[in-house]
């Protein structure tokens, strides 16, 4: 097996001080089928507090009885952050009031207890130090592998079948489904993220339970749903699931907006869509080549105003006038949802707001000016993905027409000439020194007045036309 060196110093030094300790969580799973570890989950009979004395560098910091000892550079003294082995101490949990956190946390006394509070099977597995322990069920111990750094060997530990579904792809709760859900609502949208991350199907009676529990996860705070919906939208398999989360009735509950616009048809004269709105989007969000979380969002929320403004003339053709207007108001609201960063926000707006961009071969610079100025610089290249995303999701063959290519090349010209407030001659001091006015919205609002002549005629940016344009705006 491949286990990081420090991580079996830990394992040793854990063990050696008289204590029981076993790797668990998704890092077995991942140490089964061969692949890299990220992030390392212990568990130990031991407190808190007794591991911060085996470890000068660990921290705690939390009321689930988790130290952190972040890992160092291999070769190096310095610490890589986020590279943290978490090492928890055995537990048991009672109550879940709010559908989210246990109310009661109790420490428990052995392993077994540890893993029969996980949500999966194929997260309820642990690789535990030392074979010898005689406290283990002769079933449960089915393979043992020796640590190279010590007399010590790993036993794998696995009461609920957590192998055999990783070897069948195959997502299963822990016991009943449906009080697994019960516990943690959150569950209902992890199961799907597990399933698309690593390609599994979910077990009939836990997508059953998913599906009927699916309103529960109403009560969970946007944050953690957002968190969970971006590793979903990360992946390769992103398209899948989101067709899973409205296939279980999940999506309905997190993201409304989207899940009406796939009773929304595209299929008219004069137009190439070949799917509903809906499906067009996830199909947009399947072909999007971009890897930003933010603009893969923005290719699966790009045409929801489509279900606010969809009309049919009489000649029998779909119209969504403005959709692109009443779909970023609408991504503001989700994004206010899910607490997007002001960062986040104002990139997801704009890249659905501008999504509907015209290319034409006959555009002035002051046209792709104004394009750019109204998408940011740094988001060109996201909305061009988008593009290819919408492109391709809609039916079309080939990710960029001659004129997109053209497009492209025009931006890369232009944007090598001043476009920005911050490319004029004068600038906010020469605003309020001239006008007689103190720092402001009123500064912004003339610079930008003057940008607009600038766009117009770059001749214009000069700092004595600007000069006595303010001192004409004053009289």
């Not at 001080?17 to 890092?27: L, P, Q, R």
């Not at 082995?85 to 009661?104: A, F, N």
């Not at 929304?264 to 080549?289: A, F, N, W």
Request: net charge positive; glycine share 6%; hydrophobic share 35%.
């Amino acid at each position: 097996m491949s286990i990081d060196k420090e991580v079996l110093n830990i394992l040793d030094k854990i063990t050696k001080a008289g204590f029981e300790v076993a790797i668990v969580g998704g890092a077995v799973r991942d140490v089964l089928s061969k692949k890299s570890v990220s992030d390392w989950d212990l568990a130990t009979n031991t407190r808190p507090e007794e591991i911060l004395k085996l470890f000068k560098n660990a921290f705690y910091n939390n009321r689930f009885g988790t130290v952190g000892v972040p890992l160092r550079v291999k070769g190096q003294g310095s610490r890589v952050k986020g590279q943290i082995v978490q090492i928890t101490t055995y537990r048991k949990e009672e109550k879940y009031t709010d559908r989210r956190h246990p109310d009661v946390i109790v420490w428990g006394k052995t392993l077994d207890e540890d893993l029969a509070r996980r949500d999966f099977t194929i997260n309820a597995m642990a690789l535990k130090v030392d074979p010898s322990d005689q406290s283990l069920a002769s079933s449960q111990r089915q393979k043992t592998y020796p640590l190279t750094s010590s007399s010590y060997t790993l036993t794998l530990v696995d009461p609920y079948g957590g192998q055999k579904d990783l070897k069948n792809k195959i997502v299963r709760t822990v016991g009943d489904p449906n009080k697994r859900f019960g516990e943690d609502a959150l569950r209902l949208l992890r199961a799907v993220r597990f399933a698309t991350i690593l390609g599994f199907k979910i077990e009939e009676k836990t997508l059953s339970a998913i599906a009927k529990n699916a309103k529960l996860l109403s009560l969970i705070s946007g944050e953690r749903i957002r968190d969970e919906l971006f590793k979903i939208l990360e992946n390769d398999n992103a398209a899948q699931g989101i067709f899973l989360a409205r296939e279980t009735g999940l999506l309905k509950v997190f993201l409304p907006e989207l899940d009406e616009s796939f009773e929304v048809e595209q299929k008219s004269p004069k137009r190439h869509h070949i799917y509903d709105v809906g499906t067009h989007c996830v199909m947009s969000l399947k072909h999007c080549p971009s890897k930003d979380s933010i603009t893969k969002l923005a290719t699966l929320l790009h045409d929801i105003g489509k279900a606010k403004v969809a009309e049919v003339t009489e000649d029998g053709i779909r119209t969504f006038h403005n959709h692109e207007v009443i779909g970023s108001r609408q991504a503001l609201v989700i994004a206010k949802r899910w607490n997007l960063s002001h960062i986040q926000r104002e990139k997801l707006f704009k890249l659905v707001r501008w999504h509907q961009f015209t290319v034409n071969e006959n555009q002035t610079d002051k046209a792709l000016r104004r394009f750019i100025k109204n998408i940011g610089v740094e988001n060109i290249e996201d909305i061009m993905d988008l593009r290819i995303g919408d492109r391709l999701g809609g039916g079309l063959q080939q990710p960029e027409s001659w004129r997109l290519k053209l497009f492209r090349q025009r931006l890369k010209e232009v944007m090598k000439k001043p476009f920005t407030v911050s490319d004029l001659k004068i600038d906010g001091n020469d605003v309020m020194k001239i006008l007689d006015i103190g720092p402001g919205p009123k500064v912004g609002e003339v610079l930008n007045k003057l940008f607009e002549e600038v766009v117009d005629d770059e001749k214009k940016n000069n700092r004595e036309y600007l000069l006595k344009r303010l001192k004409e705006l004053k009289n």
